[in-house]
C-alpha cells in the first residue's frame, strides 16, 4: 500500500491523463451495468431500481420458455454464421485484389468507391436497399422483368431477408474492412516477393505462399473480435429491413430486447435477455482468444 | 556452366540515368564482384541481370543468350538478399525448399538435394526451426542454400553479409569462397566493401556513379589503378595522393610538392611544369633511409598503433598522407618519424585534370 501510494505519488501525471477515460467508462459502461440488476427483479418503474423486489431467476425462465426469444437466439446465431462465412472473407478477398492491382490511380479510383458505402448512414443505406428490391421501381425486379421472371418483393420474404441482410453488410463494411488487411499486406517485407520471382513463383504462387501467410496473425485477429460480436448483429440496420412479415427470419436478441424493452415496456424481460446475450458475448471471446493464444501465438491480448 | 555478358546495358528511372551503358564479360565459372560507393548502380546493375528491373537499353545474354526479354524464373539465376528474405512463417527445410516446390519437383528428390544442402552448409540441426529462431550468420546460410539448392546457372549476391558483425563475416566470406570453389557457379557479387571484393573476386569490377572506372583482378587493381577513384578506393588504407608540379633535371622526373621533391618513375609524353597527383600506397612508403632516395619531410600528427603494423597519420606541405609501418614491438620509436622514402618504382602518376593514371602498367586491364 505504501509502495501504492507513493507510486501514484510520483507519477500522477501520468494517472491524471489515463483519469478521462476511466471517466467515460464508469459513467458510461460501468454505471448503467447497475441497471442490469433489474433482470433478477419485478421491477416496476414507480418503486425504481432499488426497491422493486428480488424474484432471482424467474425472467430468465419465462426467457427460455418463450418461442420468440428461442427463435430470436437462433436467428442471431444463423444470421452471424451467414456474416462470418461470407462477411469475414469479403475484405481480405477485396485487399488480395486490390494488391494486384497495379496501375496506382485507377487502384485508388476503386478503394474510393468502395469505402463510400461504409460513411453513409445506415438508414440511407436501407433506403437504397429497400428501393432496389422494390416490387415497383427497384432495380432488381425490372432487370428480373427483362430476364421475364415476375416481380418479387423481396422484402416480405422471409426466405430473402438473410442474403439481403447479409450481402447489404458485406456492401457496406466489405471495402473499409480491407483497409486493415491492405495494411497488413504493405507490411510485407518485398524482398520476399522479389526472392520468389527469381525463383520462379507466379502472382498465384506468391498470393497464397506469401502474402496470405504473412497477413494471417491479422487475420486471426480480426476473426477473434469477429467471434466476440457474434451476438451483436448490426442491430439498426434491422430494425430498418425487416417487418412483421419477415420476424421469422429476421428477428434477433437485440430487436427482441428493443420490442419487449422500449416497445411493451417489459423492461425486466429485456435486461434478462440482454445480459443473456452479453454473457454469451463475453464467453466466446474468451474462448476465440484462448484458442488462438494456444494454437497460433496470436491473440488480443 | 555459364558465361553472363552485359553489353552497354543502360538503365534509367524515369529521366534519370542511373547506369550510363556499361559492358562487362563475366567468365563461365568465374567470381566477380561488383564493388563502388553507395548509390553508383551495383544493385541496380545486378537486379537487371537478376531481371528484377528492366533494362532500359543494351542487353545482358547468359551463355550469348539475349536475356532481356525473358522472364526472371526462367533465367536461370539465383539471388542472395541483404536482408535474406526469408520467409518467416516456414522452417528452415521449407524455406531452402521453396524455389523447388514452386517447380513442382518431385518430393524425393527435393527432400535429397535439401538435405545434401544442408549437409554442406553446417544447417541439418536446424532444419525445423523458423528463421527467427537463427542467429544472424545461420540465416545467412539458409539464404546461401535456397540459392544453392536449384543449381542455378548464375549467383547474384547483394551485399549478403553486410548485416553480419565482422567477425561473422570473415568467417562467412572464407565459406563464401569454399563454397564457390566446390560448386563452381558463376558468381557476381555486389558489396561495397573494398576488403570483401579484395578477398573473394577473381575479378573486381569497381564503379561510380553508373559507370565502370576498371575491371581487374584484386592484384592488378592494387598495383596499376587506373585513375584517382580506383586508386582512393582500393586498398585499406587507400593509396595516399599529392598534387604537385612535374620537374625533369639530369637526375630524373620529379614531382614538387611544397618544398618536397619527390623521385618519379620514367613517363613518357609529360611536360615540364605539368599538374600532376602523385599516389603512393601506405603500405610501400618506407621510413627509414633506402639507397639514393630522395628523403622527403613529413610532420607526423598521429601514430595508430594496429598491432605488428601501425598507421602513421602524417602530412607533406599541409596534404594527408598514411604511412603503414612495422611495430617491432613497439610504437615510441614511430614516433620520432620525420621522414619518409617513396621507392620510386612504387608510384603512380596520374593527371590532374583527368584523374587517369600517366604511367600505365602495360598488364593493367582497363575498362573502355
Ligand atoms: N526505384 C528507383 N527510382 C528512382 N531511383 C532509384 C530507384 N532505385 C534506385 N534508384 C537510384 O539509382 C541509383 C543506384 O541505386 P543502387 O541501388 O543500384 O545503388 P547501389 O550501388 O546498390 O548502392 P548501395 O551500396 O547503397 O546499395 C541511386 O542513386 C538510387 O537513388
Ligand atoms: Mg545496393
Excluded at chain 2, 36 to 49: A, Q, V, Y
Excluded at chain 2, 112 to 128: A, H, N, Q, W
Excluded at chain 2, 325 to 352: M, N, Q, R, W
Aim: glycine fraction near 6%; hydrophobic fraction near 45%; charge should be neutral.
Amino acid at each position: 500500500m505504501i509502495w501504492l501510494s507513493d507510486h501514484v505519488r510520483n507519477e500522477w501525471r501520468l494517472y491524471l491523463m489515463l483519469l478521462p477515460t476511466i471517466i467515460w467508462f464508469i459513467v458510461f459502461l460501468y454505471k448503467p451495468m447497475y441497471g442490469l440488476q433489474i433482470a433478477f427483479k419485478d421491477y416496476s418503474i414507480f418503486k425504481g431500481v432499488a426497491k422493486s423486489p428480488w424474484i432471482g431467476w424467474e425472467h430468465f425462465q419465462s426467457l427460455f420458455t418463450n418461442d420468440q426469444f428461442l427463435r430470436a437466439v437462433s436467428n442471431t446465431i444463423k444470421i452471424s454464421a451467414l456474416n462470418l462465412l461470407f462477411g469475414f472473407p469479403a475484405p481480405i478477398i477485396l485487399a488480395l485484389m486490390f494488391n494486384e492491382v497495379l496501375h496506382a490511380g485507377y487502384k485508388r479510383a476503386a478503394q474510393t468507391i468502395v469505402y463510400l458505402p461504409h460513411f453513409i448512414s445506415s438508414v440511407i443505406i436501407a433506403g437504397i436497399v429497400i428501393t432496389a428490391f422494390s416490387p415497383s421501381v427497384g432495380i432488381v425486379n425490372t432487370v428480373l422483368g427483362w430476364l421475364g421472371f415476375d416481380s418479387v418483393y423481396f422484402l416480405t420474404k422471409p426466405e430473402w431477408f438473410r442474403p439481403i441482410f447479409v450481402g447489404t453488410g458485406i456492401w457496406q463494411e466489405a471495402g473499409f474492412g480491407s483497409i486493415v488487411f491492405l495494411a497488413a499486406i504493405a507490411g510485407v517485407n518485398p524482398s520476399l516477393y522479389e526472392s520468389a520471382v527469381v525463383d520462379g513463383a507466379s502472382r498465384w504462387q506468391m498470393m497464397w505462399k506469401i502474402t496470405l501467410p504473412s497477413i494471417l496473425p491479422t487475420i486471426i485477429i480480426m476473426l477473434i473480435i469477429r467471434i466476440g460480436n457474434i451476438m451483436e448483429v448490426s442491430f439498426e440496420l434491422i430494425i430498418l429491413l425487416y417487418q412483421p412479415a419477415t420476424y421469422e427470419t429476421a428477428d434477433v436478441v437485440n430487436t427482441f430486447v428493443y420490442r419487449q424493452g422500449l416497445q411493451s415496456g417489459q423492461y425486466d424481460f429485456a435486461a434478462a435477455a440482454g445480459l443473456f446475450n452479453a454473457v454469451v458475448a463475453f464467453v466466446l471471446v474468451m474462448v476465440a482468444n484462448t484458442l488462438s493464444r494456444r494454437y497460433s501465438r496470436t491473440s488480443l491480448w | 556452366m555459364s558465361s553472363v555478358t552485359l553489353s552497354d546495358v543502360e538503365k534509367y528511372y524515369g529521366p534519370l540515368r542511373v547506369v550510363h551503358g556499361i559492358n562487362l564479360e563475366i567468365e563461365s565459372q568465374e567470381f566477380v564482384v561488383l564493388v563502388g560507393p553507395s548509390g553508383c548502380g551495383k544493385s541496380t546493375t545486378l537486379r537487371m541481370i537478376a531481371g528484377l528491373e528492366e533494362i532500359s537499353s543494351g542487353t545482358v545474354s547468359v551463355d550469348e543468350k539475349i536475356i532481356n526479354r525473358v522472364a526472371p524464373k526462367d533465367r536461370d539465376v539465383a539471388m542472395v538478399f541483404q536482408n535474406y528474405a526469408l520467409y518467416p512463417h516456414l522452417k528452415v527445410f521449407e524455406n531452402i525448399a521453396f524455389g523447388l516446390r514452386i517447380r513442382k519437383e518431385p518430393k524425393d528428390h527435393i527432400d535429397k538435394t535439401v538435405r545434401e544442402v544442408s549437409e554442406i552448409l553446417g544447417l541439418t540441426p536446424y532444419l525445423d526451426r523458423r528463421p527467427a529462431e537463427l542467429s544472424g550468420g545461420q540465416r545467412q546460410r539458409v539464404a546461401m542454400g535456397r540459392a544453392i539448392v536449384r543449381h542455378p546457372k548464375v549467383f547474384l549476391f547483394d551485399e549478403p553479409l553486410s548485416n553480419l558483425d565482422a567477425q561473422l563475416r570473415t568467417q562467412m566470406r572464407a565459406e563464401i569462397k569454399r563454397l564457390h570453389k566446390r560448386l563452381g557457379v558463376t558468381s557476381v557479387y555486389v558489396t561495397h566493401d573494398q576488403v570483401e571484393a579484395m578477398t573473394l573476386a577473381d575479378r573486381i569490377v569497381v564503379m561510380n556513379d553508373g559507370n565502370i572506372e576498371q575491371v581487374g583482378t584484386p592484384m592488378e587493381l592494387f598495383m596499376n589503378p587506373a585513375n584517382r577513384f580506383v586508386a582512393g578506393f582500393i586498398g585499406s588504407p587507400p593509396m595516399n595522393q599529392f598534387e604537385g608540379t612535374l620537374t625533369a633535371n639530369a637526375d630524373g622526373l620529379f614531382a614538387n610538392v611544397g618544398n618536397a621533391s619527390i623521385a618519379l618513375p620514367e613517363i613518357n609524353n609529360v611536360q615540364h611544369g605539368q599538374a600532376v597527383v602523385v599516389g603512393i600506397r601506405p603500405e610501400h612508403i618506407s621510413i627509414h633511409p633506402v639507397d639514393n632516395l630522395p628523403s622527403i619531410p613529413i610532420s607526423l600528427d598521429l601514430v595508430e598503433p594496429l598491432g605488428s603494423e601501425a598507421l602513421l597519420h602524417a602530412s607533406i606541405d599541409n596534404q594527408p598522407l598514411i604511412i603503414k609501418a612495422e611495430t617491432h614491438g613497439d610504437i615510441e620509436h614511430l614516433k620520432a618519424v620525420t621522414e619518409l622514402f617513396a621507392p620510386t618504382d612504387l608510384i603512380k602518376v596520374f593527371d590532374k585534370e583527368t584523374g587517369a593514371v600517366i604511367n600505365s602498367h602495360p598488364t593493367g586491364r582497363i575498362a573502355s
